[in-house]
């Protein structure tokens, strides 16, 4: 269930226009990965006149910034996130973090196009990533988004494994993290699973029913993602670190005046 203040942050995008898409924790929760969460990850388009449209919104919420970088196109194309949080009393505390560039996934018109429309009880129509691009933005360094992406993956077979079409078997192919669920599949669709055992390590050792095998290949691949989601943000880390020097030495600079 999304809670009110997430809904009042989301009516606010919607009333002002501001195109972007749902994604994070409040995500998850709409595609059942999830029970709660707090916060509001949102991937925006980056061109002026939708900040500006995101701009408004901001203030309508009275969220402020908390951090380094301002929002910024320059910022948010280099891969950076803006994070706010709100005043306003109907959504006091509400976090707000605002990226237009995943690492891995594709560009926001592409996103856009393949998004999924959620309408909300009593709310406006909420625009979310599509699962297999919140699965592929999930993939990071961070301990907690391995265990909700195994959860998304599950959750969605579970409801559509009865009747699923090509599409969706190729996605839990190509995304599944469990053995028993690789195995199933392979048992299930073994002509697929052969053809994408030469493009997925995991999923030759399912088709011989190696559960420790599948595991091992897993591991591998979160220890990958992992090294590639470390390797992406060090620049980006390095140049929030200038920012925040810098935003500290203009405060000095301030007080001494």
Excluded at 110 to 129: F, I, K, M, Q
Excluded at 203 to 226: G, K, S, T, Y
Aim: aromatic share 6%; glycine share 4%.
């Amino acid at each position: 269930m999304i809670p009110n203040p997430i809904r009042k942050v989301l009516s606010t995008l919607s009333t002002h226009e501001v195109r972007c898409l749902l994604m994070g924790g409040q995500a998850c929760v709409l595609y059942g990965g999830a029970e709660f969460s707090r916060d509001t990850d949102l991937v925006v388009l980056s061109e002026p006149a939708n900040l500006d449209r995101l701009r408004a919104a901001m203030r309508g919420l009275r969220a402020e910034r908390i951090a380094v970088p301002d929002l910024s196109q320059e910022h948010l194309q280099r891969g950076h996130a803006v994070h706010f949080r709100c005043r306003h009393p109907d959504v006091d505390g509400i976090r707000i973090d605002v990226m237009s560039v995943l690492r891995g996934v594709a560009p926001f018109e592409d996103l856009w196009r393949r998004r999924t429309t959620v309408t909300l009880d009593e709310g406006p129509a909420c625009e979310v990533l599509a699962l297999p691009d919140l699965v592929r933005a999930k993939k990071t360094q961070r301990d907690k988004d391995w265990p909700m992406i195994r959860r998304l993956i599950e959750a969605h077979y579970a409801q559509h494994q009865a009747a699923p079409s090509e599409e969706q078997v190729d996605f839990w192919f190509a995304e599944a993290r469990t053995p028993s669920m690789l195995i199933d599949l392979a048992e299930r669709f073994p002509e697929r699973a052969h053809r994408i055992s030469c493009e997925r390590s995991a999923v030759a050792p399912a088709i011989n029913r190696d559960a420790d095998a599948v595991e091992a290949a897993l591991e591998d691949e979160e220890r990958h993602e992992r090294h590639l989601d470390r390797q992406y943000w060090k620049p980006l880390r390095t140049e929030l670190e200038a920012m925040r020097h810098a935003a500290a030495r203009r405060g000095m600079s301030e007080r001494e005046k």
